[in-house]
């Protein structure tokens, strides 16, 4: 059984009721969402303190790729690579599992809401920052080819405004895999 990657994207710059500031969610060309498509989304605020780098975060085999592959991406395009984050990781950890374990795909979370309130209940301070999410992809290489070929989730990924990410991977659950990339800038 093959599953699609579950991606989609809007452009529109729309005041969060929460008053984290602006969300941005990318790639207008199909504004249909269906169970199997998800938008890319991006927010930019300000920003007190940073989230703290932590290069001993405990991170999986298959996360570790997809930080190299998206790394690949950014350098093909001349961008800097982004540094894994603890915390992020932990939030994208922690969106990987509510999404599992709650039975939904969909940034909005029932139990954290947007991402951006998510990593802010972390203590995550950023300027800026973006989520991708995915279901049932097996491979790195799958998820990434998925995301590079949709427009607002690879502008996340090729966002030179972003510094920093979190990956988040877990297995289980109707779609049988669950991915989140976390991206902000400090």
Same mark, same amino acid.
């Given at each position: 059984?093959?599953?699609?990657?579950?991606?989609?994207?809007?452009?529109?710059?729309?005041?969060?009721?929460?008053?984290?500031?602006?969300?941005?969610? /990318?790639?207008?060309?199909?504004?249909?969402?269906?169970?199997?498509?998800?938008?890319?989304?991006?927010?930019? /605020?300000?920003?007190?303190?940073?989230?703290?780098?932590?290069?001993?975060?405990?991170?999986?085999? *298959?996360?570790?790729?997809?930080?190299?592959?998206?790394? /690949?991406?950014?350098?093909?395009?001349?961008?800097?690579?982004?540094?894994?984050?603890?915390?992020?990781?932990?939030?994208?950890?922690?969106?990987?599992?509510?999404?599992?374990?709650?039975?939904?795909?969909?940034?909005?979370?029932?139990?954290?809401?947007?991402?951006?309130?998510?990593?802010?209940?972390?203590? *995550?301070?950023?300027?800026?920052?973006?989520?991708? *999410?995915?279901?049932? /992809?097996?491979?790195?290489?799958?998820?990434?080819?998925?995301?590079?070929?949709?427009?607002?989730?690879?502008?996340? *990924?090729?966002?030179?405004?972003?510094?920093?990410?979190?990956?988040?991977?877990?297995?289980?659950?109707?779609?049988?895999?669950?991915?989140?990339?976390?991206?902000?800038?400090?």
């Amino acid at each position: 059984m093959s599953f699609q990657l579950i991606l989609a994207g809007l452009t529109a710059l729309l005041s969060t009721v929460s008053g984290l500031g602006f969300l941005e969610i /990318q790639n207008q060309a199909d504004p249909k969402v269906t169970p199997q498509q998800q938008e890319a989304v991006s927010e930019t /605020q300000p920003s007190s303190a940073a989230a703290t780098d932590d290069q001993d975060a405990e991170i999986l085999p *298959i996360e570790k790729e997809v930080l190299a592959l998206v790394n /690949q991406e950014r350098e093909k395009h001349g961008l800097n690579p982004l540094q894994l984050d603890a915390a992020v990781s932990g939030a994208a950890d922690m969106k990987s599992k509510d999404m599992r374990d709650h039975h939904y795909f969909d940034h909005q979370s029932p139990t954290y809401g947007s991402p951006f309130e998510m990593m802010k209940q972390q203590g *995550i301070d950023f300027k800026a920052a973006g989520e991708n *999410i995915a279901a049932g /992809q097996k491979t790195a290489e799958e998820v990434m080819d998925g995301w590079m070929n949709s427009e607002g989730h690879r502008a996340n *990924i090729l966002n030179p405004d972003f510094t920093h990410i979190g990956i988040g991977y877990v297995q289980g659950g109707d779609y049988g895999t669950y991915w989140t990339q976390l991206f902000i800038q400090k």
